[in-house]
């Protein structure tokens, strides 16, 4: 017995000796090879990468008719019954449905949220407006419903759905080196409210997304030839663009696409939830998108993603 411990004993210095002789490695190296200075390893690259501003002082918040008698958030509690218990909203990826959640928590709301799509709470929006009865939608602007019904933010004094937002045109890593030309499209492609708003009015009536593009190009072709770059002629470069289902996006991605197609590239739009949308750049199966909604509506997105 003892003679066994004895053995273990001298096994376990002999180890310890080797360690000591052979050098440990010190805690600090973070398993960065003994070769490579620790000071030339780069931290992980952004993956995607905001390269022009698409339309400013875009709105979010809490939307109803200007018929329904109230003006403000704190107001909703005491109107449950009018409004219907519940707050019409969109898909669940997207930001305005967190911020929402966060103001039914802030302002101690009874309302549920139904979550569902762009196209859905319209619906929904129609049918009430017809019948005048009360409200509350997730909403934004910029949206061609403003131009169709009188409608109004309701005020938001704990400032939940923050200030203005902007919506950026977002591109994936590398997209500058491979896709210049483009690149230098999507820093040019900025234009006002009433722009889109005429492209979604189109939309809402017709649904030939790029029939109503190309017919809004024709139309404003001024503007869209200070966009495009005198170099960019494609040949046959398949561009792949992502969105998310909300009217401006699928306005601005079909601008996109026919401005695109016209120059001799091959352009594919594809719709998915905000997540995928920006993972898809991150991943570099998509080129880039025009409908990022930035400080808050994509916020969570564009911290896992750009920094």
Not at 50 to 70: K, N, Q, W
Not at 132 to 137: A, L, N, R
Request: aromatic share 10%.
């Amino acid at each position: 017995m003892f003679k066994s411990k004895y053995l273990v004993v001298t096994v376990v210095l002999l180890m310890v000796l080797s360690v000591g002789v052979m050098g440990c490695p010190d805690p600090g190296d973070n398993d960065v090879p003994n070769d490579v200075d620790k000071n030339d390893v780069e931290p992980d690259e952004p993956k995607v990468e905001e390269v022009g501003t698409h339309l400013e002082d875009a709105e979010t918040g809490l939307v109803v008719p200007e018929y329904v008698d109230i003006d403000c958030i704190t107001e909703m509690n005491d109107h449950v019954d009018e409004l219907g218990e519940d707050i019409v909203g969109i898909d669940p990826g997207a930001g305005i449905m967190s911020a929402t959640e966060d103001a039914i928590e802030e302002y101690e709301l009874d309302f549920g949220l139904i979550e569902g799509s762009d196209a859905g709470m319209t619906a929904e929006l129609r049918s009430s407006v017809e019948e005048e009865e009360w409200i509350v939608v997730t909403g934004w602007i910029p949206h061609w419903k403003f131009a169709e019904w009188d409608l109004k933010f309701l005020e938001d004094p704990e400032n939940v759905y923050g200030d203005a937002e902007y919506i950026a045109n977002i591109g994936r890593a590398g997209l500058e080196d491979d896709l210049p030309a483009v690149y230098e499209f999507l820093q040019n492609f900025t234009w006002e409210p009433e722009d889109i708003n005429a492209v979604m009015e189109m939309n809402a009536d017709d649904d030939d997304f790029l029939g109503n593009a190309q017919t809004w190009i024709e139309e404003n072709r001024d503007m869209v030839d200070e966009w495009i770059p005198k170099e960019m002629e494609g040949d046959g470069e398949e561009v792949e663009i992502a969105m998310v289902e909300w009217e401006c996006a699928t306005a601005s991605s079909y601008v996109a696409k026919a401005i695109l197609l016209e120059a001799g590239y091959e352009p594919e739009v594809t719709p998915v939830d905000a997540g995928p949308m920006w993972a898809s750049l991150a991943d570099g199966d998509s080129d880039f998108f025009v409908c990022g909604w930035l400080p808050l509506t994509h916020a969570d997105y564009a911290e896992e993603y750009m920094k």
